[in-house]
C-alpha cells in the first residue's frame, strides 16, 4: 500500500539536533496515521511520537515530550521528526511508522541510525 524511507541520522553531541525525514510512496494526510518508534542495541522497539490521520492531533512518549516535535509536509507525501536536545539515552535506530486504522496494518521504512555522543 505504501513504501516509506527514513532519512537524517547521523552522528551528534549531547544538546545538538537533528531533522528525520520519512518519504512516503504515495499521500499519507487522511489515509494513515503516521508515528516514529526507535529501537537501541539489545532493547525493545519504543514509541516515540505519532500523528492522527488528519494530522490535528500529535502524541509523543514522556521521555521527548518538549524536545521532539512531529510535523508533516501533505504536498511533498513527507513526515519529520524534529529532535532537539538529543541526549546519550536517544541513542537508536528510528523507524517510520505508517498506520491504515480502518484495517489495523502498518508498514514500516528500513530505519535512519542516530548517535548522540558524549
Known amino acids: 500500500q505504501v513504501q516509506l524511507v527514513e532519512s537524517g541520522g547521523g552522528l551528534v553531541q549531547t544538546g545538538g539536533s537533528l531533522r528525520l525525514s520519512c518519504a512516503a510512496s504515495?499521500?499519507?494526510?487522511?489515509?494513515?496515521?503516521m508515528g516514529w518508534f526507535r529501537q537501541a542495541p539489545g532493547k525493545e522497539r519504543e514509541f516515540v511520537a505519532a500523528?492522527?490521520?488528519?494530522?490535528?492531533?500529535?502524541y509523543y512518549s514522556d521521555s521527548v515530550k518538549g524536545r521532539f516535535t512531529m510535523s508533516r509536509d501533505n504536498a511533498k507525501n513527507m513526515v519529520f521528526l524534529q529532535m532537539d536536545d538529543l541526549q546519550p539515552e536517544d541513542t537508536a535506530v528510528y523507524y517510520c511508522?505508517?498506520?491504515?486504522?480502518?484495517?489495523?496494518?502498518?508498514?514500516w521504512g528500513q530505519g535512519t541510525q542516530v548517535t548522540v555522543s558524549s
Open positions: 504515495r499521500p499519507t494526510y487522511g489515509t494513515y496515521a
Open positions: 511508522n505508517a498506520h491504515e486504522t480502518g484495517i489495523s496494518i502498518d508498514y
Open positions: 500523528m492522527q490521520r488528519s494530522g490535528t492531533d500529535k
